[in-house]
């Protein structure tokens, strides 16, 4: 699977109300949270990429600053004009790698 796929996935499993940093996401698909904020502009408007914040709970800036107001549409917990990380961060399982 590639990177764009990998991320892509990650993300949609993320549930409506919760967020992940791009660091989660990239340790959940193994590569780095660079790679995963250039892979987020890639994704199409299926995506709730709204869900995908800043370390410190800063939502996205880009489509126009609509993540804000998607957040709180799904009950996001905030604090102030950041995501409050230790209530909304999903902790996803990591897959274990199949046995040899």
Known sequence: MDIVAEVREAVAAIPAGS???????????GTG?????RVMGLLDEGVPWWRVV????????CHQGQAPRLLAEEGTPMRGAR??????????????????
């Open 54 to 61: 800043h370390a410190d709970g800063t939502p996205a800036t």
């Open 33 to 37: 949270p660079r790679q995963v904020g």
């Open 83 to 100: 995501v409050d990380m230790r209530r909304a961060r999903h902790r996803r399982q990591t897959p274990v790698p199949p046995s040899p």
């Open 19 to 29: 967020v992940a940093s791009h660091g989660d996401v990239a340790k959940w698909i």
